[in-house]
């Protein structure tokens, strides 16, 4: 109702305007000017066409102005398709541990993205004369655009025995190789991916690392900083955020033994997060 109210008075005025510009005009130049100041030095005929030119040029500067609000909205509404059509949401819901005997070296000849512990030396890090690495593949539910390769940026693990409290937290921070390849990424269902990546420690962090995760009591807190690609150049820049535990009646210690992963899952008393980034176009 509102807006019909204003395109009432909007169409009242300008049908008021166009009708009695001619008539004031006409009265105008009827009447006896008092000084010789405002007398005119036109004809009615080229005062009125002068009047008429200044309203057409109004009325195109209004019409103009509608027009690129209308193209704002317009793009406006085509961005948010394309972020609805193209962007993904993913929550981690298990990780498997390997642990690994061999040295990782050649990060640019692995087709698994490659992250070392932040204080580590880049340069001795490439060479991994006396690191140690073990491997994660993280399994994601996702929603939304259906992604192919994940960039790995960083990752925040806190490993705690939660027998004996927070005071024995161990943090590890992971950051990724300049050379290290995206990961392709393997579809088990159709809202659940999984992909790995391998992590280089110095030896008795990766030994301390590993003896946490073999603990029945230990919960592992994980920070994963990626980027999802999807199969048409448009990529979601994500943090996913969770806490979990070891499965129930799993026997880490025999799966250690048997170079078996030590899985892991969500707990109960934390929900998965997933913070969004936004979404950016691939150059090619």
Request: with cysteine; charged share 25%.
């Amino acid at each position: 109702m509102k807006k019909k109210k204003k395109i009432y008075s909007l169409i009242s005025i300008t049908i008021f305007i166009i009708l009695a510009t001619p008539f004031f005009i006409n009265i105008l130049f009827k009447t006896n000017s008092f000084n010789e100041l405002f007398v005119a030095e036109w004809t009615a005929g080229e005062a009125l066409m002068y009047t008429i030119t200044s309203l057409s040029v109004l009325a195109t500067s209004c019409i103009a102005y509608i027009a690129v609000n209308q193209n704002k909205k317009l793009l406006d509404i085509e961005e948010r398709n394309l972020i609805k059509n193209n962007s993904t949401l993913a929550h981690i819901i298990g990780l498997e541990v390997k642990d690994s005997k061999n040295v990782l070296c050649n990060a640019p000849l692995y087709n698994e993205q490659i992250l070392y512990d932040k204080s580590l030396d880049y340069n001795k890090a490439k060479s991994a004369p006396d690191y140690r690495n073990f491997s994660i593949i993280f399994n994601l539910s996702f929603s939304g655009s259906y992604p192919t390769k994940v960039d790995i940026k960083n990752v925040l693990i806190i490993t705690n025995d939660t027998s004996k409290g927070k005071e024995n937290n161990k943090v590890y921070e992971f950051i990724k190789f300049i050379e290290s390849k995206t990961t392709s990424i393997v579809a088990i269902s159709n809202n659940i991916i999984r992909f790995e990546a391998h992590f280089l420690l110095s030896s008795d962090d990766k030994k301390c690392f590993i003896e946490n995760i073999k603990n029945k009591d230990t919960e592992i807190s994980i920070d994963l900083d990626l980027e999802l690609i999807n199969n048409i150049s448009y990529s979601s820049k994500i943090k996913c955020r969770s806490n979990l535990s070891t499965k129930i009646n799993y026997n880490k210690i025999e799966c250690i033994s048997n170079d078996k992963p030590i899985q892991y899952t969500v707990t109960e008393t934390f929900k998965p997060m997933c913070f969004w980034k936004g979404i950016h176009i691939i150059k090619n």
